[in-house]
């Protein structure tokens, strides 16, 4: 009798046949210790495969099926024999790399030249190009786990992209923060791409936006915008709140007048002076 040998097919499919390399999935660790001589390895089109043998790269795998092939190690045991076949367990690892584009949202606060507190959100947008960048990623990335997550990524990242928005804010008027937005976008692009480079990872493309972290600021610049002054954009924000709460005298400040209440009959009160106005008087 002959024995049939059967391969072991490796891939990112759970058991469930779900695919793990989901959008936030940058790196995936095959968790089974079933990979030996002989098992196949399925590499999908937007995968690349790093296979690694007791801690050293063999590998890197673009779009295909591959056999695992490397030399026989001598080994002792009559168990280890038995189940496995003369191979041990972990003695292969598979690591599947997302190659296609991800996008990132980080968010923080910046300060600008009066040292009022921005808030700033920033989606980039990264890939892996080619199998010399999945190998630096595998090899300068640690993870824990089975995985590095885009919010892992994200952690690496934040302080650099919190250095480069306050290098420009910080010396910019809190009014004049949207008019440097080009400015901070490419600088943030630079500092990021070449710090992601180190692991491999490409940066496509920036969106920053930045604005102010109070909401009153945030008022107050929007009625600037609109020619107001400094104190007529304070008159009008206080004129708004007071319309929405059904004072009638909201236009008096938008314009800046008193208000008084004509012909007003009084009451005189022993020890209180009268409070007619001059117009009731008359």
């Given at each position: 009798?002959?024995?049939?040998?059967?391969?072991?097919?490796?891939?990112?499919?759970?058991?469930?046949?779900?695919?793990?390399?989901?959008?936030?999935?940058?790196?995936?660790?095959h968790p089974g210790n079933d990979i030996m001589n002989g098992s196949l390895?399925?590499?999908?089109?937007?995968?690349?495969?790093?296979?690694?043998?007791?801690?050293?790269?063999?590998?890197?795998?673009?779009?295909?099926?591959?056999?695992?092939?490397?030399?026989?190690?001598?080994?002792?045991?009559?168990?280890?024999?038995?189940?496995?076949?003369?191979?041990?367990?972990?003695?292969?690892?598979?690591?599947?790399?997302?190659?296609?584009?991800?996008?990132?949202?980080?968010?923080?606060?910046?300060?600008?030249?009066?040292?009022?507190?921005?808030?700033?959100?920033?989606?980039?947008?990264?890939?892996?190009?080619?199998?010399?960048?999945?190998?630096?990623?595998?090899?300068?990335?640690?993870?824990?786990?089975?995985?590095?997550?885009?919010?892992?990524?994200?952690?690496?990242?934040?302080?650099?992209?919190?250095?480069?928005?306050?290098?420009?804010?910080?010396?910019?008027?809190?009014?004049?923060?949207?008019?440097?937005?080009?400015?901070?976008?490419?600088?943030?692009?630079?500092?990021?791409?070449?710090?992601?480079?180190?692991?491999?990872?490409?940066?496509?493309?920036?969106?920053?936006?930045?604005?102010?972290?109070?909401?009153?600021?945030?008022?107050?610049?929007?009625?600037?915008?609109?020619?107001?002054?400094?104190?007529?954009?304070?008159?009008?924000?206080?004129?708004?709140?007071?319309?929405?709460?059904?004072?009638?005298?909201?236009?008096?400040?938008?314009?800046?007048?008193?208000?008084?209440?004509?012909?007003?009959?009084?009451?005189?009160?022993?020890?209180?002076?009268?409070?007619?106005?001059?117009?009731?008087?008359?």
């Amino acid at each position: 009798m002959f024995a049939i040998a059967i391969r072991n097919v490796i891939s990112t499919l759970n058991s469930q046949g779900e695919e793990t390399m989901g959008p936030s999935v940058l790196l995936y660790h095959h968790p089974g210790n079933d990979i030996m001589n002989g098992s196949l390895l399925t590499v999908e089109s937007n995968h690349f495969c790093v296979l690694k043998s007791r801690g050293a790269i063999l590998n890197v795998y673009d779009t295909g099926q591959y056999a695992v092939e490397t030399p026989q190690r001598v080994l002792t045991g009559a168990i280890q024999q038995a189940f496995y076949g003369g191979q041990s367990p972990w003695q292969y690892e598979a690591i599947y790399i997302n190659r296609s584009k991800l996008v990132i949202r980080a968010e923080g606060r910046a300060l600008s030249r009066e040292m009022a507190q921005l808030q700033y959100q920033v989606d980039y947008y990264i890939h892996v190009d080619s199998k010399d960048d999945a190998l630096k990623l595998v090899q300068h990335m640690p993870y824990q786990g089975h995985f590095i997550k885009t919010d892992e990524v994200n952690i690496y990242a934040s302080p650099v992209l919190e250095q480069a928005i306050n290098q420009i804010c910080q010396i910019t008027p809190l009014e004049q923060i949207n008019e440097k937005i080009h400015d901070i976008t490419e600088l943030v692009a630079g500092h990021l791409q070449e710090f992601l480079a180190v692991y491999g990872i490409t940066l496509n493309n920036v969106k920053v936006l930045v604005s102010p972290a109070d909401e009153l600021m945030k008022k107050l610049i929007s009625l600037r915008a609109f020619g107001l002054g400094e104190e007529q954009a304070v008159r009008y924000y206080l004129a708004m709140i007071m319309a929405e709460r059904g004072l009638m005298t909201a236009p008096n400040m938008a314009n800046g007048t008193g208000f008084s209440i004509q012909a007003v009959p009084t009451m005189s009160v022993p020890g209180v002076p009268s409070m007619a106005s001059p117009s009731a008087e008359e």
